[in-house]
């Protein structure tokens, strides 16, 4: 799961399997599987880049290509 943080200044954490899509209009949209959406501070970049460290932290031994 990844922090972020919502317009109203809260910090939720998302379960990175259940992003659909990232989208900005202006503000990063979140579409998750189930069809919710989660509006956040955060720009894509900083999203990806959350997500990138926390699978690379999960799942170390795929990243390294072992």
Excluded: A
């Amino acid at each position: 799961m990844i922090p972020v943080t919502r317009l109203n200044g809260q910090e939720v954490y998302v379960n990175t399997d259940l992003i659909l899509f990232l989208e900005t209009s202006p503000e990063t949209i979140l579409t998750l599987q189930n069809g919710k959406k989660i509006t956040v501070k955060e720009t894509i970049p900083q999203v990806i880049d959350r997500i990138v460290e926390f699978k690379t932290r999960v799942y170390p031994k795929v990243f390294e290509g072992k």
